[in-house]
């Protein structure tokens, strides 16, 4: 078995870049990138009205709980691109790893170390192009994902679904790719795992989100990583993928460990792109942009790579990405509020608080996970 696989990263994006400035104002922004972007100042403009991903009609009915201090005393770690500060979370950052083994897809040339920090993927380098010629635009994909998770409620910029987690980056994906290898090893030292060379982490995770996937195959190292983390009590949560395709296909979600979140859109339908079948165990807000952009899920994004000042940014995406942390920032919930029950009883219970938003006799409903229910079920 090659266990150098890529994986290829769950952001589907739109056609251009607009940024808004806190007034509002649309700026157009001549760019190559693929992304759309909005521009926040701290402290000014809210953007919970766009959080349809987060309310009861659409989403995940988060705004049916007080959830301020839903995850306190919650270790949450993302195996991602790694993390950039943001006013949303920085206060709560604990010290992470970079796994990341190969200089190239690293950025940094530097090989592992405790250096988490997100240098954007947008390079020279073939594998990270868009189809069209042009280098692919730095994505900020672990950024982005910790702000579903654990963004602060402050009534500025977005909400996390648990506001007070702590989050522990681990950096396992670089430019435009990961190997296989640095993923599972990332997911086992997240879990309180010995990895070579390494210190020990002293912030054992509770959740651990991985939103990576490719099309092959289960990868026994990424299927043995995922279950030595479940043996040593973390909720392991995994992005079914974007391929519109049974999700038996899809490497890590076939190797039958973790939870697997398939995505949805705001019509409460499975999202044209995501994934299905008997592999995908809960369904959560994944966004579709194909018609308007805020319809897709916003977070945080850095801005640091345009022509911004200032790095406290905001992007909506779509994808099986943003499902999966909505599922995550769920069992921090969970487990914060004092449940300690196994994860075959967390899965249970997501199941159990899942129900249909979607319009009567849609044919493509999918079952979207109540955060609300799920939290009172457990809450003591």
Same mark, same amino acid.
């Given at each position: 078995?090659?266990? +150098?696989?890529?994986?290829?990263?769950?952001?589907?994006?739109?056609?251009?870049?607009?940024?808004?400035?806190? $007034?509002?104002?649309?700026?157009?922004?001549?760019?190559?990138?693929?992304?759309?972007? @909005?521009?926040?100042?701290? %402290?000014?403009?809210?953007?919970?009205?766009?959080?349809?991903? +987060?309310?009861?009609?659409?989403?995940?009915?988060? #705004?049916? =709980?007080?959830?301020?201090?839903?995850?306190?005393?919650?270790?949450?770690?993302?195996?991602?691109?790694?993390?950039?500060?943001?006013?949303?979370? $920085?206060?709560?950052?604990?010290?992470?790893?970079?796994?990341?083994?190969?200089?190239? *897809?690293?950025?940094?040339?530097? /090989?592992?170390?405790?250096?988490?920090?997100?240098? /954007?993927?947008?390079?020279?380098?073939?594998?990270?192009? #868009?189809?069209?010629?042009?280098?692919?635009?730095?994505?900020?994909?672990? $950024?982005? &994902?910790?702000? *579903? *998770?654990?963004?602060?409620?402050?009534?500025?910029?977005?909400?996390? &679904?648990?506001?007070?987690?702590?989050?522990?980056?681990?950096?396992?994906?670089?430019?435009?790719?990961? #190997?296989?290898?640095?993923?599972?090893?990332?997911?086992?030292?997240?879990?309180?795992?010995?990895?070579?060379?390494?210190?020990?982490?002293?912030?054992?995770?509770?959740?651990?989100?991985?939103?990576?996937?490719?099309?092959?195959?289960?990868?026994?190292?990424?299927?043995?990583?995922?279950?030595?983390?479940?043996?040593?009590?973390?909720?392991?949560?995994?992005?079914?993928?974007?391929? %519109?395709?049974?999700?038996?296909?899809?490497?890590?979600?076939?190797?039958?460990? %973790?939870?697997?979140?398939?995505?949805?859109?705001?019509?409460?339908?499975?999202? =044209?792109?995501?994934? @299905?079948?008997?592999?995908?165990? &809960? @369904?959560?807000? /994944?966004? #579709?942009?194909?018609?308007?952009?805020?319809? /897709?899920?916003?977070?945080? *994004?850095?801005?640091?790579?345009? $022509?911004?000042?200032?790095?406290?940014?905001?992007?909506?995406?779509?994808?099986?990405?943003?499902?999966?942390?909505?599922?995550?920032?769920?069992?921090?919930?969970?487990?914060?509020?004092?449940?300690?029950?196994?994860?075959?009883?967390?899965?249970?219970?997501? +199941?159990?608080?899942?129900?249909?938003?979607?319009?009567?006799?849609?044919?493509?409903?999918?079952?979207?996970?109540?955060?609300?229910?799920?939290?009172?079920?457990?809450?003591?």
């Amino acid at each position: 078995m090659n266990h +150098l696989s890529k994986f290829s990263l769950f952001i589907v994006c739109v056609v251009s870049v607009v940024a808004l400035s806190a $007034t509002g104002v649309p700026t157009n922004h001549a760019s190559s990138q693929t992304e759309e972007y @909005w521009k926040v100042s701290p %402290g000014k403009d809210d953007r919970s009205l766009d959080q349809w991903n +987060l309310s009861r009609k659409s989403g995940i009915a988060i #705004d049916d =709980y007080e959830i301020d201090s839903l995850g306190a005393g919650i270790v949450v770690a993302v195996v991602d691109t790694g993390v950039n500060p943001h006013r949303e979370f $920085t206060d709560r950052m604990l010290p992470g790893y970079d796994f990341v083994s190969d200089p190239v *897809i690293s950025g940094g040339g530097d /090989g592992r170390d405790p250096d988490v920090s997100d240098p /954007g993927s947008s390079v020279e380098d073939p594998s990270c192009r #868009d189809g069209k010629g042009a280098v692919a635009p730095a994505s900020w994909h672990g $950024t982005y &994902v910790y702000g *579903i *998770i654990a963004a602060e409620n402050d009534g500025a910029g977005i909400s996390g &679904v648990s506001p007070s987690a702590k989050i522990l980056p681990v950096r396992a994906s670089g430019n435009c790719r990961e #190997d296989n290898p640095d993923v599972a090893d990332g997911i086992i030292w997240a879990s309180g795992g010995q990895v070579t060379n390494v210190p020990s982490n002293k912030h054992v995770a509770d959740v651990i989100v991985v939103s990576l996937s490719e099309s092959s195959k289960c990868d026994e190292w990424l299927g043995s990583a995922i279950n030595f983390a479940e043996s040593n009590g973390s909720s392991v949560v995994l992005s079914a993928g974007n391929k %519109g395709v049974d999700a038996k296909l899809s490497n890590p979600t076939n190797c039958g460990h %973790g939870i697997s979140v398939g995505a949805s859109d705001k019509n409460g339908d499975m999202a =044209y792109y995501s994934n @299905w079948g008997e592999n995908v165990d &809960v @369904w959560a807000p /994944g966004g #579709d942009v194909r018609t308007r952009v805020q319809d /897709g899920i916003p977070s945080s *994004i850095d801005l640091s790579s345009g $022509t911004w000042e200032g790095r406290d940014g905001y992007g909506y995406y779509q994808g099986s990405s943003p499902a999966a942390p909505h599922v995550a920032g769920v069992i921090a919930g969970m487990k914060g509020s004092g449940f300690d029950g196994a994860n075959d009883e967390i899965q249970e219970i997501l +199941l159990g608080c899942s129900r249909s938003i979607a319009p009567e006799g849609s044919a493509r409903a999918v079952p979207i996970l109540n955060a609300a229910c799920a939290i009172n079920t457990v809450k003591t």
